[in-house]
C-alpha cells in the first residue's frame, strides 16, 4: 500500500519535468511557490538526490526572476551540491564562485622575519619556522589547485572567456607560489645546515631572503586578483527612477524635468542664451514612507548629472537645525546650513512645521523662513543651490500660502505628489527587503502580510513603505527568537505566514455574548443584532464578488443619562471589528468641549484631530446636541459641518454616534442635510423599569460577591415604583455602592461576624439607610 509520503514524491516525480521545461523554455519557473512548496516537503536524508534537483532548479528560475545571482541562489545550490555532489547543475554553477573562496590561500601566508644581524641561535630558529611553514602549505595547497583546475574543467563548458582567464591566472600563480615555496624550504633547510655546522655561508642566507621576496610578488599579484572592483553599469538617473516600485505619475513628470534639463544643457553648449533660468526648487508632498527623500535624492543625481548643480549632495535638515532659541542663533543656523548645501540641494522635510498658523511669541519660525528666502535670492547664494521642501500635502498647501515670498521661489509645476502605494506596490516593496536581508516571502507569507498592511493603513499617518520594512525585520525577528533544534537551509532563507501572526490579546468575551449580558434594552439589542447580520451577509457577498448594498452605520443614539448608551456603542464598535469592517474597534468618547475652540479656525482643526484619532472605530459624541447653539459667533456649526466632509472622505472607515436627549437630538440633524441624510439608524434606549434597576443592582454586586437579601428586594420594587429616578442604570450601581458603605458600618457594630453569612447580604435596613441618602442629595 502507497503511504502518503510515496504519493507525494511519486506527484513531485510527475511535476519535475514540467518544472525543466519551463526552465529551458523561459528560463524560469511560473509557479515558484509550488516548488518551494513540494521542496519543503521532502525528508533530506531519504529523498537527497531528488531534494538536490528541485533546489538547484528553485536556484535557476530565482537567477532569471531577479536577474542577478543572489545569498540565496547560493545557499541553494551549495545545499543542492552537498545533498548530491553529482549535481552537474549545481557543480556548474558553484564552479563559477570556486576562485572566490581562495583569496586566503596565499594571503595568510606569514614568514616570520631574518636579519643577517641575528646571533646564531635566533637565525636557526626562524629558519626551523620557515621550514615548517613551507610544509604545512605545500600540504594544503596541493587540494586548492586541484579544486581551482577541477572548477576551470567546468568553467571551460560555460564559454565565460572572462571567467576562464581568472582561473587560469590563478592556476598560474598558485603554481609559480608552490615552486617559490619549495625554493623556500629548499634553501632555509641549507641555510639551518650551515648554521648548525662549523663554516656559516651567507650565500645560503641570500638566496633564502631572495625566495622570500619572490613570493611576496606572487602574494602581490594574488590579492589583486581578489580585489573589488567597482562596476559602473550604465545606469543613468532615469535607470534608478524606473527600478523605483510605482510612481508612475512621478516618473513621467521627472523624466520630462530631465529631458527638459537636458535639452537646455544642450542650447547652453551650442551658445544660445539662456536668461531666464527654469526653478530647481522643488516642492514634494506625500504620508510617510511614499519615497520623499528617495526622489529628493535622484533629482539630486539629476541635476547633477546634467552639470546643472556642481555636486549630488542633499543636505537633510529640519525645523531643529534650522530655528534657534534667542535673537540671531535662527539666521546663523540657517546661513551655515545653506552655506554646506552650497552647489547641492537642500531638503528641509516637514518644512510646514516652520511657521505655523496660531504660532507667535518667541517662536523663530518666520525669522528662518525669511532668512532662507533671503539667501535663496541674494547675490552672494542665490542659484547656487537648489532646495526642496517636503511634507503633508494639506499641511504644505497651507503653509506656502501663508508664506507669500516662499510661494512665488515655488512654481506650481513644480510641485510633485507621491500617492500612497497600492496593497500589490507594497507586497513588491516587501519581497525587495525581503530579498536586501536574503529571504523569500511564501506565498502564505504574502497573504498574511497583506492582512497586515491592510490592518494598518487606518489613516495618513500608515507609514507606506517605511510601515513594510518594519514588517519585514520584525518577521525576520520572530524567524529567529524562535527556539527550533533542528534548522534547514529553508528556516534561514523563507519567512512565512506564521512569522507575520501577531499575538493580539484577544477579547475573551465576544460582541455577541456581551450584548446578551445586557440588562433590558430589549428592542436595541434587537436593532443591533439586525445591524451586525446585515453588514456580516454584505462582507460575505463583497468576497464572492456579489454587488453589495451600502452600509449605514452611522447611528443616533437617544435616551436619557444612564440607559447604557456608551456601553451598548462600545459592544457596537467590537462587533464591526469582528466582522472585519473596523480596523481597530476601538471607542472614542468625545463631547462638545473636544471640539470647539475659542477663535476662527481651530475648531475645524481640534475636530479633524479628533476624527484621526478615531479611525479605524467609533467616535462617540456625547450630549452631541450641545453642538447646536443659538449663541451669536458659536463654533458649534463648524463642528457639524467639519463632520459631515469627513464622513465623507473616510467613508467606512470612520463610525459617529450621537448620542443624546430625543427631542433634542431631532434639532440637531434638522440643522443640517447632510447631516440627516448620512445618519440612518436610530436607536432608542428606554428608561430601566424597577425590576430591571434590581437587576442591575443585583448584577453589579454580584461582581464583589455580594447580593441583595429578599427583604431588600421587596423593598426596593415598592419604592422604585414610587420615585422618580434620575440616571437609570448609573443611578442604580450608585444605590448599590451606598448600601454596601452602609452594611459595613452595620456590620462594624457587632463584636463577631459570619464573613460568609452576614459581609456578603445587603439587607432592606442597608437599602433604605442608602435610599433616603440618595433622596436628599447627600452623595
Given at each position: 500500500?502507497?503511504?502518503?509520503?510515496?504519493?507525494?514524491?511519486?506527484?513531485?516525480?510527475?511535476?519535475?519535468?514540467?518544472?525543466?521545461?519551463?526552465?529551458?523554455?523561459?528560463?524560469?519557473?511560473?509557479?515558484?511557490?509550488?516548488?518551494?512548496?513540494?521542496?519543503?516537503?521532502?525528508?533530506?536524508?531519504?529523498?537527497?538526490?531528488?531534494?538536490?534537483?528541485?533546489?538547484?532548479?528553485?536556484?535557476?528560475?530565482?537567477?532569471?526572476?531577479?536577474?542577478?545571482?543572489?545569498?540565496?541562489?547560493?545557499?541553494?545550490?551549495?545545499?543542492?551540491?552537498?545533498?548530491?555532489?553529482?549535481?552537474?547543475?549545481?557543480?556548474?554553477?558553484?564552479?563559477?564562485?570556486?576562485?572566490?573562496?581562495?583569496?586566503?590561500?596565499?594571503?595568510?601566508?606569514?614568514?616570520?622575519?631574518?636579519r643577517e644581524t641575528d646571533n646564531r641561535q635566533q637565525k636557526k630558529k626562524t629558519a626551523e619556522q620557515i621550514i615548517f611553514l613551507c610544509k604545512l602549505f605545500l600540504?594544503?595547497?596541493?587540494?586548492?589547485?586541484?579544486?581551482?583546475?577541477?572548477?576551470?574543467?567546468?568553467?571551460?563548458?560555460?564559454?565565460?572567456?572572462?571567467?576562464?582567464?581568472?582561473?587560469?591566472?590563478?592556476?598560474?600563480?598558485?603554481?609559480?607560489?608552490?615552486?617559490?615555496?619549495?625554493?623556500?624550504?629548499?634553501?632555509?633547510?641549507?641555510?639551518?645546515?650551515?648554521?648548525?655546522?662549523?663554516?656559516?655561508?651567507?650565500?645560503?642566507?641570500?638566496?633564502?631572503?631572495?625566495?622570500?621576496?619572490?613570493?611576496?610578488?606572487?602574494?602581490?599579484?594574488?590579492?589583486?586578483?581578489?580585489?573589488?572592483?567597482?562596476?559602473?553599469?550604465?545606469?543613468?538617473?532615469?535607470?534608478?527612477?524606473?527600478?523605483?516600485?510605482?510612481?508612475?505619475?512621478?516618473?513621467?513628470?521627472?523624466?520630462?524635468?530631465?529631458?527638459?534639463?537636458?535639452?537646455?544643457?544642450?542650447r547652453k553648449d551650442i551658445g544660445f542664451q539662456i536668461k531666464d533660468e527654469i526653478s530647481l526648487n522643488m516642492v514634494v508632498t506625500g504620508n510617510p514612507g511614499t519615497g520623499k527623500t528617495s526622489l529628493v535624492r535622484l533629482l539630486a543625481n539629476i541635476y547633477h548629472e546634467l552639470g546643472v548643480l556642481p555636486r549630488k549632495d542633499v543636505i537633510e535638515v529640519d525645523r531643529s537645525q534650522l530655528v534657534g532659541a534667542y535673537v540671531g542663533q535662527t539666521e546663523e543656523n540657517v546661513r551655515k546650513i545653506v552655506e554646506k548645501a552650497l552647489g547641492g540641494i537642500l531638503f528641509i522635510d516637514e518644512a510646514y512645521s516652520l511657521k505655523r498658523e496660531g504660532q507667535s511669541g518667541n517662536d523663530y519660525g518666520q525669522t528662518a523662513i525669511d532668512t532662507l528666502v533671503s539667501l535663496m535670492t541674494g547675490k552672494e547664494f542665490g542659484g547656487r543651490f537648489a532646495v526642496v521642501m517636503a511634507g503633508y500635502p494639506e499641511e504644505m498647501s497651507q503653509f506656502l500660502d501663508a508664506n507669500p515670498g516662499l510661494r512665488s521661489r515655488f512654481p506650481r509645476s513644480n510641485l510633485i505628489h507621491l500617492e500612497d502605494y497600492s496593497e500589490d506596490e507594497l507586497i513588491l516593496i516587501a519581497e525587495k527587503f525581503a530579498q536586501d536581508n536574503d529571504y523569500v516571502l511564501t506565498e502564505e507569507a504574502k497573504i498574511q502580510l497583506r492582512k497586515r498592511l491592510e490592518k494598518e493603513r487606518v489613516d495618513e499617518t500608515f507609514g507606506n513603505a517605511r510601515t513594510v520594512h518594519n514588517l519585514i525585520l520584525d518577521a525576520i525577528f520572530h524567524k529567529g527568537a524562535k527556539a527550533v533544534?533542528?534548522?534547514?537551509?529553508?528556516?534561514?532563507?523563507?519567512?512565512?505566514?506564521?512569522?507575520?501572526?501577531?499575538?493580539?490579546?484577544?477579547?475573551?468575551?465576544?460582541?455577541?455574548?456581551?450584548?446578551?449580558?445586557?440588562?433590558?434594552?430589549?428592542?436595541?439589542?434587537?436593532?443591533?443584532?439586525?445591524?451586525?447580520?446585515?453588514?456580516?451577509?454584505?462582507?460575505?457577498?463583497?468576497?464572492?464578488?456579489?454587488?453589495?448594498?451600502?452600509?449605514?452605520?452611522?447611528s443616533v443614539f437617544m435616551g436619557n443619562p444612564g440607559t447604557g448608551k456608551t456601553t451598548v456603542a462600545k459592544i457596537y464598535a467590537q462587533a464591526l471589528k469582528e466582522c472585519g469592517i473596523l480596523k481597530r474597534g476601538h471607542l472614542l468618547v468625545t463631547s462638545r468641549a473636544d471640539f470647539v475652540a475659542g477663535y476662527v479656525g481651530q475648531t475645524a482643526i481640534k475636530t479633524k484631530k479628533k476624527i484621526r484619532e478615531a479611525l479605524g472605530g467609533v467616535l462617540f459624541i456625547d450630549e452631541a446636541y450641545s453642538l447646536l447653539s443659538q449663541t451669536s459667533g458659536d463654533f458649534g456649526k463648524e463642528v457639524i459641518d467639519t463632520l459631515v466632509d469627513e464622513m465623507t472622505k473616510h467613508n467606512e472607515n470612520l463610525v459617529i454616534i450621537l448620542a443624546g436627549y430625543p427631542h433634542e437630538m431631532e434639532q440637531l440633524l434638522e440643522s443640517n442635510p447632510g447631516l440627516r441624510s448620512r445618519f440612518k439608524k436610530f436607536f432608542h434606549f428606554h428608561d430601566y423599569t424597577s425590576e430591571e434597576l434590581?437587576?442591575?443592582?443585583?448584577?453589579?454586586?454580584?461582581?464583589?460577591?455580594?447580593?441583595?437579601?429578599?427583604?431588600?428586594?421587596?423593598?426596593?420594587?415598592?419604592?422604585?415604583?414610587?420615585?422618580?429616578?434620575?440616571?437609570?442604570?448609573?443611578?442604580?450601581?450608585?444605590?448599590?455602592?451606598?448600601?454596601?458603605?452602609?452594611?459595613?458600618?452595620?456590620?462594624?457594630?457587632?463584636?463577631?461576624?459570619?464573613?460568609?453569612?452576614?459581609?456578603?447580604?445587603?439587607?432592606?435596613?442597608?437599602?433604605?439607610?442608602?435610599?433616603?441618602?440618595?433622596?436628599?442629595?447627600d452623595s
Open positions: 500500500m502507497i503511504n502518503q509520503q510515496d504519493e507525494q514524491r511519486q506527484q513531485i516525480t510527475k511535476l519535475l519535468s514540467k518544472w525543466k521545461q519551463e526552465i529551458i523554455e523561459k528560463g524560469y519557473i511560473e509557479n515558484e511557490s509550488q516548488l518551494l512548496e513540494k521542496i519543503r516537503t521532502l525528508d533530506e536524508e531519504k529523498d537527497n538526490e531528488l531534494l538536490s534537483t528541485l533546489l538547484s532548479l528553485a536556484a535557476i528560475s530565482r537567477i532569471k526572476k531577479i536577474n542577478a545571482h543572489d545569498s540565496i541562489v547560493r545557499a541553494w545550490m551549495e545545499r543542492a551540491q552537498s545533498l548530491n555532489p553529482k549535481n552537474d547543475e549545481a557543480r556548474r554553477f558553484l564552479a563559477q564562485f570556486q576562485w572566490e573562496g581562495k583569496k586566503d590561500v596565499l594571503t595568510n601566508l606569514q614568514f616570520p622575519t631574518i600540504q594544503e595547497n596541493e587540494e586548492h589547485l586541484e579544486a581551482l583546475e577541477e572548477a576551470a574543467k567546468i568553467v571551460k563548458e560555460l564559454k565565460d572567456l572572462e571567467l576562464i582567464h581568472k582561473y587560469e591566472l590563478l592556476i598560474d600563480l598558485l603554481e609559480k607560489a608552490i615552486e617559490a615555496v619549495v625554493g623556500i624550504r629548499k634553501a632555509a633547510e641549507e641555510f639551518e645546515q650551515t648554521i648548525s655546522g662549523s663554516f656559516y655561508n651567507t650565500s645560503y642566507f641570500y638566496d633564502m631572503k631572495a625566495h622570500l621576496e619572490n613570493i611576496e610578488r606572487i602574494k602581490d599579484e594574488w590579492s589583486e586578483q581578489f580585489q573589488e572592483k567597482e562596476f559602473y553599469e550604465s545606469r543613468n538617473a532615469l535607470n534608478e527612477l524606473d527600478s523605483m516600485i510605482g510612481m508612475d505619475l512621478v516618473k513621467k513628470r521627472v523624466k520630462a524635468l530631465y529631458q527638459f534639463l537636458k535639452y537646455q544643457k544642450a533544534e533542528q534548522q534547514t537551509i529553508f528556516d534561514y532563507t523563507f519567512l512565512d505566514k506564521d512569522d507575520f501572526v501577531t499575538e493580539e490579546a484577544e477579547n475573551t468575551a465576544t460582541s455577541k455574548f456581551l450584548l446578551e449580558q445586557l440588562i433590558g434594552l430589549d428592542e436595541v439589542k434587537e436593532e443591533v443584532r439586525k445591524l451586525i447580520s446585515f453588514v456580516k451577509v454584505q462582507q460575505a457577498r463583497r468576497e464572492h464578488g456579489l454587488p453589495v448594498l451600502p452600509l449605514q452605520l452611522h434590581i437587576e442591575i443592582m443585583e448584577h453589579y454586586g454580584s461582581n464583589y460577591q455580594y447580593e441583595l437579601s429578599i427583604e431588600a428586594k421587596d423593598y426596593l420594587q415598592k419604592e422604585l415604583s414610587n420615585i422618580d429616578v434620575n440616571g437609570n442604570g448609573r443611578f442604580a450601581t450608585n444605590l448599590m455602592d451606598e448600601a454596601i458603605q452602609a452594611q459595613a458600618s452595620r456590620l462594624m457594630e457587632y463584636e463577631n461576624i459570619s464573613v460568609i453569612n452576614e459581609a456578603t447580604l445587603v439587607q432592606k435596613s442597608d437599602i433604605e439607610k442608602s435610599l433616603n441618602k440618595l433622596r436628599r442629595g
